[in-house]
């Protein structure tokens, strides 16, 4: 699988669409993904919006819960990378983060895009 480091700064605002749930690895009997660690994953569904009208969801994964994040809220994402992946005819790409964590009212848009602000 071929990873690429995203650049959230270019990005735009990112902003929590679906509040953290817990990523399962098996729906039947509810398990729960866990990464390399055996920490649980959880998946964020976030808004990127670039060019003034386009928006795209993208499902984040982190490891471990994020606290404190709601839909609607402005998020910072630290670490970004996308993932190609392939499987049989399926093809697409997923994202994963180091962290996701929520942005404080008030601070500034250029933080929120993760510029040091």
């Known amino acids: 699988m071929q990873s690429i480091p995203v650049d959230t700064a270019r990005l735009g605002v990112l902003r929590c669409a679906i509040a953290p749930e817990a990523k399962l690895s ?11 660690d055996g920490n649980p994953v959880w998946t964020v569904a976030v808004t990127v919006r670039q060019d003034g009208r386009r928006i795209s969801v993208i499902e984040i994964a982190v490891s471990g819960q994020p606290k404190g994040i709601e839909e609607g809220q402005i998020v910072k994402v630290t670490g970004l990378t996308a993932f190609m992946w392939s499987m049989g005819d399926r093809h697409g790409v997923s994202f994963r983060a180091d962290a996701i964590t929520p942005v404080p009212s008030g601070s500034t848009v250029a933080h929120a895009k993760g510029g040091d602000a």
């Open 26 to 36: 098996n729906p039947e009997t509810q398990e729960v993904k866990r990464d390399r």
